[in-house]
């Protein structure tokens, strides 16, 4: 019930956020950051004591902590299923962190009509929570889409300079390759019905689903797309940078934070496991794919001169290694490509606080116009060498460890795609380092007279710095939860020994 | 006739009593609340007569002429409790738009009584007759309001075009008459079989060919279909709002579901070259429309090219028809679709009729005037959102459930060049849906307008039931899977 107790609380929340602001203007940050709260405090119990479900996928040990199902619409055997395993419990985590942030980033930067602000905010909360927990895949697409909602409001009515074709081609591009994905899924239930005369859209049920493995491939390709747009993937990525650029500050660190994790998410849950064979074919393309955007994304975040922009272009290249690691598909890639999941999540977001603190009191995202920025917020520029250093992937650091191990499993099964992918840590370092000399470093500029970070950034700030050390330094506690779920996919897999297992070239 | 067939027909006789009455009242006093107020109780009793029917009476013929069966019977709920809300939509509309307005709710009634006789049509006198009187009343609904020139062009082309459309189908009916003799759909659908059974019959099977192929051509133009459609901007645009929501929803959704039971009866979908037409129309009609609507600047018109692009949709659930085992699938999923293009339409223009108020030549859809509607009337921008995302098939509304359901007969009849088209379609459509959402959000002061009561209340309503059937649409779904087995 935790689940769906959270996602009542973030819907209503965003509703009395909504009705807040008739009272006063200020209310609906302080019931947006309380909603924030109590989800978080609904999560809590499930990290300590793990209730006992037995449901599992075939022939592996269950890894469920949470699972509730109620008919929603039988005539296509549609239902309301939530679960929760460690994978979906790290994500909804994260979702509701990244949630408290963003509503601290956008503190002050929302004058107006900040009730319904509030409400798109937390709805896309809700939302992403449901992308995480649903494992019905009607109730899964379903919210895929209704997470776009809010967030194209968010875009288009508190965007910057060019919002209105921004949050058009974020649109576009999810919701078409979304379409793609529900042929997929609706030809796959079909097709189920078909063979075993009983329509259901209950992903344990579709799973280890004898397709004929070209059928197969071509619906494997329906959900690839759309986890891979939203990846962001190579071809598949122009709607980020422009999306990222131009959204309110609170909306990028969402996008970039949780929204672009759904899709690595669905590849892990959905792609993989429902299609593996498939999954095998396109394997080494998957991870030239992912190399690609690697260095691709280094390659375009170095010739930014707009500050968001560049953290936009280093996600691309941060996102392939989720890419690499999630198609070389073995244990310790696996892990790695969660791991980065994570540590990427805090350390764009506080990028993309920085940059939006940044604009909201020099009026640019341009970094030519800024320099010397230590000198007038020192704690401001402590905090972005901070997370600049964790994102360029420094050992000790959270990041480091999701690259190390994403190259570390990739290694046994594409050494060319390793080496290019390894790449990755050098050219982010360049890009990396040169924007921290831009914007911090260098010559002050007179007459700047800068507020630097208060009590409330650094509040948001420090839990992220204390994550990244904590994943850096001892990132087995992460792990252990999300282990049990990643070696029971696996292991599902390949139990048909011709797949995965040390797959090779 | 008999006292069952009598109690089979409650439905029409209850509509026709109550269109007698408001003749009557208007005769004797005009008083415009009064026959607003009358036309609608007089539809929500037609409505409980339609449930009372099909609850307590067997599916039967009502004479050879009709036949009232749970998918005639839902298919004129939905006609009724679209007229319904038209009527209390129209109503505030009509007080601004000058005296004399009772006998436009007369008319509205006669469209409607032809939209439900249509719905039950089993014979072609039956359906010539309800399209005439639904064509015939729309004819005056639209020039209606005398205000300038604009309103009786649309009716001139849409009278013209109309009666030469009915014109080819006559044509079509009189040939299929010459191979078959009969002009009843079941006896047609025997005839059918003992023809195509003899070779030597090749005339005989090139008329019902070309009987059939004139058929769509002039309940395409009806349903402004691709490329039949040249009409439908100018109409739209021309007629007052409530009648243009009229035209788009009662009009095509009655047409559209006599076209179905005479395919389903006559199993008209063993004809590959038929289906290959209809695959050109849907195609077409789907792309066309779409991109035609990206350029318009006038909600109306951007309405209507969308209304061609959203038949194109449901007439790919139609052709899933002619797929072996798809035909369940396919009605269930036409009918769903039409009942969510029902609410939305009708929700869309009903926002537009309460945007017009004044007395001016043309309703107020341009663009423009809708900017910054979300700050200066919310609840009213929210309901056209709704409406617009709906058309864009996003879920929490009716038309994302209408949409999963097309690409499930889609899927399910194995139609992949024409899901390609709706998946780009849609994703033009969301353009210049998206476009009307953004101009509503946009920072700039728009005209105040004044919601209407009942207009206000009828869209709550409208808007309500748009986002329960999004969210649970189970009870509607097995309606429909009913309705879809009483004509298999």
Redo the contacts between chains.
């Keep these: 019930m935790t689940i769906i107790m959270v996602m009542l609380v973030l819907f209503f929340g965003g509703i009395v956020a909504w009705l807040a602001q008739a009272w006063n203007e200020d209310w609906p940050r302080y019931v947006s950051i309380g909603t924030c709260a109590i989800a978080g405090l609904l999560l809590l119990p499930l990290f300590i004591n793990t209730p006992e479900v037995t449901l599992s996928l075939a022939g592996t040990p269950s890894t469920w902590i949470e699972v509730v199902q109620y008919e929603w619409i039988p005539r296509f055997g549609i239902s309301f299923l939530f679960a929760l395993d460690g994978l979906s419990l790290i994500m909804v985590s994260l979702t509701v962190f990244l949630g408290f942030v963003a509503v601290i980033s956008s503190w002050d930067e929302v004058p107006q009509r900040s009730g319904f602000f509030q409400f798109n905010l937390l709805w896309t909360l809700a939302g992403v929570v449901g992308v995480f927990t649903s494992l019905d895949l009607f109730l899964f697409f379903f919210f895929w889409e209704v997470m776009l909602i809010p967030m194209y409001l968010l875009i288009a009515i508190w965007g910057h300079e060019n919002k209105a074709y921004a949050s058009m081609k974020f649109f576009l591009f999810t919701q078409i390759s979304g379409l793609l994905m529900l042929i997929s899924i609706l030809a796959l239930v079909l097709t189920h019905q078909q063979q075993s005369g009983e329509i259901t859209f209950n992903y344990f049920e579709l799973l280890g689903h004898n397709l004929p493995l070209e059928l197969a491939y071509w619906l494997m390709w329906g959900f690839f797309i759309a986890f891979v747009v939203k990846l962001p993937g190579f071809p598949f990525h122009p709607w980020l940078p422009d999306a990222h650029t131009q959204a309110p500050t609170a909306a990028s660190v969402l996008l970039a934070g949780i929204l672009l994790k759904t899709g690595a998410y669905g590849l892990i849950r959905f792609t993989v496991p429902l299609f593996p064979e498939a999954g095998l074919e396109i394997a080494n393309f998957a991870m030239t794919l992912g190399a690609v955007s690697i260095i691709y994304g280094a390659l375009m975040a170095f010739s930014q001169s707009d500050f968001k922009r560049l953290v936009a272009y280093s996600s691309v290249s941060h996102m392939g290694f989720v890419l690499v690691g999630i198609y070389a598909w073995n244990e310790i890639a696996l892990q790695g490509a969660v791991m980065q999941m994570v540590a990427h999540g805090f350390s764009t977001a506080a990028l993309f606080m920085t940059a939006g603190a940044l604009q909201h009191r020099l009026h640019t995202r341009d970094m030519r116009q800024m320099g010397g920025l230590w000198h007038d917020m020192p704690r401001m520029g402590a905090i972005a060498l901070f997370f600049i250093v964790a994102s360029l992937g420094m050992p000790g650091l959270g990041n480091f460890v999701g690259e190390f191990l994403v190259l570390l499993g990739a290694f046994k099964v594409n050494v060319i795609v390793t080496v290019m992918a390894a790449l990755g840590l050098i050219t982010g370092a360049i890009y990396s380092l040169i924007a921290m000399q831009q914007v911090f470093l260098g010559e002050r500029k007179p007459n700047r007279d800068l507020k630097d970070f208060g009590g409330r950034e650094i509040a948001a700030m420090v839990p992220m710095m204390i994550g990244l050390i904590w994943l850096g330094v001892y990132p087995q506690t992460l792990l252990d939860i999300v282990d049990p779920v990643l070696s029971s996919l696996h292991a599902f897999t390949t139990n048909n020994p011709d797949l995965w297992i040390g797959s090779t070239p | 006739m008999n006292s069952t067939e009598l109690l089979l027909l409650a439905p029409i006789i209850t509509l026709s009593g109550v269109i007698l009455i408001i003749m009557m009242t208007i005769a004797f006093a005009r008083n415009l609340a009064l026959t607003c107020g009358a036309a609608a109780v007089g539809l929500l009793l037609t409505l409980c007569s339609i449930v009372w029917v099909n609850v307590n009476m067997e599916a039967g013929f009502a004479t050879p002429l009709m036949i009232i069966d749970t998918y005639g019977l839902m298919f004129s709920a939905l006609i009724v409790s679209g007229a319904f809300f038209i009527c209390l939509i129209a109503y505030s509309y009509s007080v601004q738009h000058g005296e004399k307005q009772d006998e436009f709710y007369l008319l509205l009634l006669l469209a409607t009584l032809g939209g439900m006789t249509l719905a039950y049509s089993a014979h072609f006198a039956m359906f010539i007759l309800g399209l005439e009187l639904l064509g015939v009343s729309l004819y005056a609904m639209i020039s209606y309001p005398v205000r300038g020139l604009f309103s009786l062009e649309s009716a001139l082309k849409y009278l013209i075009l109309s009666g030469v459309s009915s014109a080819i189908i006559l044509f079509g009916i009189a040939l299929l008459y010459a191979a078959l003799g009969t002009m009843a759909f079941v006896e047609l659908a025997s005839t059918v079989v003992a023809i195509d059974s003899q070779p030597e019959n090749g005339s005989d099977h090139l008329f019902i060919l070309v009987g059939i192929g004139m058929m769509i051509a002039g309940i395409g133009f009806k349903l402004s279909l691709v490329p039949f459609h040249m009409w439908t901007p100018d109409v739209y645009e021309g007629a007052p709002a409530p009648v243009t929501a009229f035209l788009a929803t009662i009009s095509k959704g009655a047409i559209f579901a006599v076209l179905m039971r005479f395919f389903m009866t006559v199993d008209a979908y063993q004809y590959a070259t038929i289906i290959d037409g209809l695959f050109w129309i849907a195609l077409a009609s789907i792309l066309f429309g779409n991109l035609l609507a990206l350029m318009q600047s006038s909600i109306k018109r951007m309405l209507a090219y969308s209304s061609i692009a959203q038949l194109g949709y449901l007439m790919v659930a139609f052709i899933a028809a002619s797929a072996a085992g798809g035909k369940q699938l396919a009605i269930e999923a036409s009918a769903f679709f039409l009942v969510a293009y029902f609410i939305t339409t009708i929700g869309a223009f009903g926002v537009v009729t309460i945007m017009s108020p004044g007395n001016d030549e043309h309703d107020n859809d341009a663009l423009e005037n809708y900017e910054g509607l979300f700050?200066s009337r919310p609840l009213l921008a929210g309901f056209f959102s709704a409406m617009m995302?709906s058309l864009?098939g996003?879920?929490?509304t009716a038309g994302?459930i209408g949409k999963?359901y097309i690409?499930?007969a889609g899927?399910?009849g194995e139609l992949w060049i024409l899901?390609l088209a709706?998946?780009?379609g849609?994703?033009i459509g969301?353009?210049y849906y998206?476009r009307v959402?953004?101009t509503m959000?946009k920072?700039s002061i728009s005209t105040e307008i004044t919601v209407p009561l009942t207009g206000g209340w009828a869209m709550a309503a409208v808007t309500l039931s748009l986002l329960v059937l999004g969210v649970?649409?189970?009870p509607v779904?097995?309606w429909v899977?009913q309705m879809a087995l009483s004509i298999l």
């Design positions: 700050w995302l864009a996003i879920p929490l994302f999963f690409i499930a899927v399910e899901l709706v998946v780009i849609s994703g969301l353009f998206l959402i953004y959000t920072q649970y649409p189970t779904i097995e899977s």
